[in-house]
């Protein structure tokens, strides 16, 4: 096991390096220029020289192998630099703003789970039934709705009959968690329902073929419960292609955060990467995404080792 985990995180290195070196080419060949557009501030026709000016402070007319270096060892000590646009450090704002991700994620993850297992267990034990018709109903419902048009909406449902919308900007769960949880809880429904989609199909799917399985037969015939039968011998069985699933399932999150961010107006990581595209903010993009990669590596991981924990007939070698 120690030796599976050695070669995994060693594997993550030049994962790491390559995405982060292809952004940063990526980044310096498209079109456009955060020097001018920070020297316009409205006008159409900014100073070249003022131009200039701006791309010698930020460091933007060195050598690109030069600029990449530096970036790449100041993030080897967890230092991304400081944005181009607003001259503060990207890693506080980083830590700002990951909190409000992570409680995203969580709330999306558990309503995900909440809706999903019910649905995909009751789809397959009454296979064919009202039950199984609703539950895939509900689960190509929400396969076909876009996760920003689920957010929206949400918002203009609860303003047209409610007459209320989610508040504004962040407040901690410490610091009010009933203003907190009325913030996220519904961009954590439009961001879990389109989770849930997915793994209730697949638990589903993968019941359907544990409840044929012949130690499921042998279990019925020595008379155990039902509820026993079904949560302790064949949902056990049927979840490690869930937990495949679980893993894929992170991108999908992360990549529905960012626009339900926007959505809600959440500073969140993902609208911090949004802000930083759209200003072509090199430093705050690279570090977003590298955040992204290393969490996306640490996750696949810990699916790969919840994998013994399921099955005790798999060994890593």
Known sequence: MKQYIARRLLLMIPLIFGVVSIVFVVLNILPGDVAASIATQGEEE????????????LGLDRPLHQQYWDWLSGAARLDFGDSLVTGQSVMDDVRRRLPVTIQLGIMSLIIAWA??????????????????????????????????????????????????????????????????????????????????ATKARMIRSTMLEVLREDFITTARA??????????????????????TLFGFNIGLLIGGSVLIEQIFTLPGIGRFLVTGLNSRDFPVIQG?????????????????????????????A
Do not use: C
Request: glycine share 6%; charged share 15%; proline share 7%.
């Open 115 to 196: 809706i999903a297992l019910p649905v995909g267990i009751l789809s397959a034990v009454r296979q064919d039934s009202w039950m199984d018709y609703v539950g895939r109903s509900f689960a190509i419902l929400g396969l076909a709705m876009p996760t920003f048009w689920v957010g929206i909406l949400i918002i203009l449902m609860l303003s047209r009959y409610f007459n209320w919308i989610p508040p504004l900007g962040y407040v901690g769960f410490f610091d009010d968690p009933s203003s907190n949880l009325k913030q996220f809880i519904f961009p954590s429904l439009a961001l879990g329902w389109a989770l849930s």
């Open 46 to 57: 900014p100073d070249p020289a003022q131009i200039e000016a701006i791309r010698t402070a």
């Open 288 to 316: 977003v995404v590298l955040l992204i990669v290393v969490g996306y590596a640490f996750v696949n991981l810990f699916v790969d080792l919840l994998y013994g924990l399921l099955d005790p007939r798999i060994r890593y």
């Open 222 to 243: 020595k008379g155990l419960r039902e509820f026993v039968v079904i949560n302790r011998h064949a949902l056990k069985n049927a979840m490690i292609p869930v937990i």
